[in-house]
Nanobody, 120 residues
Framework: QVQLVESGGGLVQPGGSLRLSCAAS????????MSWYRQAPGKERELVAA????????NYADSVKGRFTISRDNAKNTVYLQMNSLAPEDTAVYYC?????????????WGQGTQVTVSS
């Protein structure tokens, strides 16, 4: 059974930091590209950061470049999102995503989300 379990969300003051974690199970983690998305109230879900299955190659939304860092530990089947210099506009539910292209289909898995609230 595939599972993606996010943790690390919470309430933080503007300028603060949080580190999100996403623990994966039920699939070959190292073969999947891992991403973080977020969805704020009344807005569409947007890509925040992504990392290829082989690691190293990353991409970020312009709004988080220089503040957020995605990383993965294939030995622990975990992907992280380090978030620094948080601002109120970063408030959203953050979702972990795993994706891989098979021969006939795309494998696409989502976590349940973790709430991040940036407020004084």
């Amino acid at each position: 059974q595939v599972q993606l379990v996010e943790s690390g969300g919470g309430l933080v003051q503007p300028g603060g930091s949080l580190r999100l974690s996403c623990a994966a199970s039920g699939f070959t983690f190292s073969s999947y590209a891992m991403s973080w998305y977020r969805q704020a109230p009344g807005k569409e879900r947007e890509l925040v950061a992504a990392m290829r299955s082989a690691g190293g190659s990353t991409n970020y939304a312009d709004s988080v470049k220089g503040r957020f860092t995605i990383s993965r530990d294939n030995a622990k089947n975990t992907v992280y999102l380090q978030m620094n210099s948080l601002a109120p506009e970063d408030t959203a539910v953050y979702y972990c995503n795993a994706r891989a292209k098979g021969v006939l289909k795309v494998y696409d898995y989502w976590g349940q989300g973790t709430q991040v609230t940036v407020s004084s």
